[in-house]
């Protein structure tokens, strides 16, 4: 494209410019690699999907288990012994040491 733009060429490209250009790709776009499919924006990846998720949180104390979403945005405390399960961040939320958590099925 570059070369032809270099020789002032719009439209169309003449045929030895564009044979020239057909090959194999780098990359294979049907099957995307999953580590970089994942580290793509929600928005850009080829199937749009959220980074949030709810969890079960086991309290480690009484043991009971708690519903949370993952980007919590306030103090989550347990119901039955008002220990702090998770407190909010910018993301995420961070779980408090002990307690232990598992991604809900849908």
């Excluded at 032809?4 to 780098?26: K, W, Y």
């Excluded at 999953?34 to 949030?52: A, D, F, T, V």
């Excluded at 043991?63 to 998770?86: E, P, R, Y």
Aim: a positive charge.
């Amino acid at each position: 494209l570059a070369q032809a733009l270099r020789h002032g060429l719009r439209g169309n490209c003449p045929v030895s410019f564009c044979t020239e250009q057909q090959g194999i790709m780098d990359i294979d776009l049907l099957n995307p690699d999953r580590q970089e499919e994942k580290s793509k924006h929600k928005l850009k990846r080829m199937i749009q999907s959220p980074n949030s998720f709810f969890m079960d949180v086991k309290c480690p104390g009484c043991l009971q288990i708690t519903t949370v979403f993952s980007h919590a945005q306030t103090v989550v405390l347990c119901g039955n012994c008002n220990v702090m399960l998770c407190q909010p961040t910018g993301g995420l939320a961070r779980l408090t040491e002990g307690c232990s958590f598992r991604r809900k099925v849908e």
